[in-house]
């Protein structure tokens, strides 16, 4: 007999409840949020760094800094973009007919925020965080000048083509 007034108590709990649910006005805020975030990082290769036909034989040969024959590429980020930029140069040339034949070879970078003013260019370690500089126009948008520049010595070795690859990574930071 006890359970039936522990019962009517629960119902009637309930329908308390229920009807204090119903009498209060719903409201709900909702807010939807779509973000992309694009990097934009563009390339752009103004000159690349080429050694001409040398003869065997020749010694050190060389594309000196401030040549125009060093290579020159540009890359536009964001200003004060932190980067993390690591250079992979070769130490070496090989022959596309025979890998084990090579020319040694001295290969540098620097970077800078003018072409014109390369002058004020300062070296590129292996690997280092740079932050953009503005460089003026009132642009959000900063460009970055990487100039390739070194020497080969080309001693008694067979006439060919030989070649190898520098990598230039960058990493958002």
Do not use: C
Not at 122 to 127: R, T
Not at 157 to 168: D, E, K, Q, R, S
């Amino acid at each position: 007999m006890m359970s039936k007034p522990i019962n009517i108590l629960k119902s009637a709990a309930i329908g308390i409840l229920l009807a204090g649910m119903v009498a209060m006005p719903a409201s709900a805020q909702f807010l939807q949020l779509n973000l992309h975030v694009d990097s934009h990082l563009s390339v752009k290769e103004s000159r690349l760094l080429k050694f001409k036909s040398m003869p065997v034989n020749s010694g050190q040969q060389a594309i000196e800094w401030g040549s125009v024959n060093m290579g020159t590429l540009s890359i536009s980020v964001l200003q004060y973009q932190a980067l993390y930029v690591k250079f992979d140069k070769p130490r070496v040339l090989h022959n596309v007919n025979n890998d084990n034949v090579t020319i040694p070879d001295e290969l540098h970078a620097r970077y800078g925020y003018s072409r014109r003013d390369y002058k004020k260019a300062q070296a590129l370690p292996d690997k280092s965080v740079l932050t953009v500089q503005p460089n003026g126009g009132g642009s959000p948008w900063s460009s970055i000048y990487f100039f390739l520049y070194g020497s080969l010595n080309v001693q008694d070795i067979p006439a060919g083509i030989y070649t190898n690859h520098m990598v230039l990574t960058i990493n958002y930071l």
